[in-house]
């Protein structure tokens, strides 16, 4: 392993995880077209689609653990919320992470397609009113919520995404949760998802540990400088980078898929 791969591992990593702290996504939405698609551009090893879900999978991890650690205060994190869609994207994404063992590589890179798309129609749906509600005052339906984020892990645990770009889009269009709760609580949840995603994906081999770890060492530098960044932007303004940059990685890959 040279230098020039450590320093390009490590920047995809840096910049996927502080998008990640700053929208409340895992960073899989960046990082798994980056890993796919910029390594061979520098004449580097080409991943595999299930290696790039796997090295995703223990990054959003800790990239998580971090931006959480960086909304800790300020009454963000929703633990009702976290609590219900937290438990259901586990057990699918323990689902999701085994079934992919026996999926193709176009079959998880289909997914993550069908996941983005789906995430970036929503994302530009319009969220009138949800960021005037107070924060004790919050309320959505448990079940609805439970049932989507089940069915979110599922498809998360497939491709190691941890599923937070769909997350969020779903707290704010269906469940009408206000944007800085919605991206301190799927921080948390998708903490909660990728635990699953990483224990299946580790224990079928489908992580390969080396830049999986320079990933890591660069999430926790960058998530939490993210997450700072992102209390002090304007609301409208992450809706709008978050719903362009789903709508550019769900473009990006239905090309490979289609071409």
Do not use: C
């Amino acid at each position: 392993m040279d230098l020039m791969f450590v320093i390009t591992i490590f920047l995809i990593g840096f910049i996927g995880s502080y998008i990640s702290g700053m929208l409340g996504i895992g960073g899989s939405i960046i990082k798994y077209p980056m890993l796919l698609f910029i390594p061979p551009l520098f004449g580097l090893a080409a991943f595999s689609a299930h290696e790039v879900s796997g090295i995703s999978a223990v990054q959003v991890l800790f990239a998580s653990i971090g931006g959480v650690w960086a909304y800790r205060k300020g009454g963000y994190l929703n633990k009702t919320l976290i609590l219900y869609m937290g438990v259901s994207v586990l057990i699918g994404s323990v689902i999701g992470s085994f079934g992919s063992q026996s999926m193709s590589e176009n079959g998880i890179n289909i997914v993550y397609g069908v996941l983005a798309l789906i995430a970036a129609v929503m994302m530009f749906i319009p969220k009138k009113g949800i960021d005037e509600i107070p924060l004790d005052q919050v309320r959505f339906n448990k079940w609805i919520a439970a049932i989507l984020a089940f069915i979110v892990g599922v498809g998360s645990g497939i491709v190691g995404a941890a599923g937070g770009f769909l997350l969020v889009p779903i707290m704010l269009v269906v469940l009408k949760i206000p944007t800085r709760v919605t991206i301190a609580s799927s921080l948390a949840i998708t903490f909660i998802s990728s635990i699953g995603a990483t224990v299946g994906k580790v224990s079928t081999g489908q992580v390969d540990y080396f830049p999986a770890l320079i990933m890591v060492i660069a999430s926790l530098i960058a998530a939490p400088l993210g997450a700072i960044a992102g209390k002090k932007i304007n609301t409208k303004i992450l809706q709008v980078i978050l719903a362009l940059l789903i709508l550019a990685t769900a473009i990006k890959i239905w090309m490979d898929i289609l071409f």
